[in-house]
């Protein structure tokens, strides 16, 4: 339950940014290749944090199991 919530809690952190994103690319201070590398740059990020979650659950629940 703690896992789940913690990997929305992140993906919406990476929504959040890619609308930070494509809005800064709106306003002109990023080209179009700048927001595309940056989109990649938050997935990334994203794809880290939420497998460092799975690590942990995946830990937490052999700890479980051997007591």
């Known amino acids: 339950r703690y896992a789940e919530s913690a990997r ?11 609308e930070a994103i494509r ?3 709106k306003d002109g201070l990023l080209s ?3 927001r595309h590398s940056e989109e990649a ?3 990334k990020l994203t794809d880290s944090f939420v ?3 799975d690590v ?3 830990s937490k629940e ?3 199991i051997q007591v």
Not at 8 to 18: F, K, L, M, P, W
């Open 8 to 18: 929305v809690a992140v993906r919406n952190v990476r929504r959040d940014g890619i």
């Open 23 to 25: 809005k800064a690319e």
């Open 32 to 34: 179009e290749d700048e």
């Open 41 to 43: 740059e938050m997935q």
């Open 51 to 53: 497998k460092l979650i």
């Open 56 to 58: 942990s659950l995946a």
């Open 62 to 64: 052999a700890e479980i």
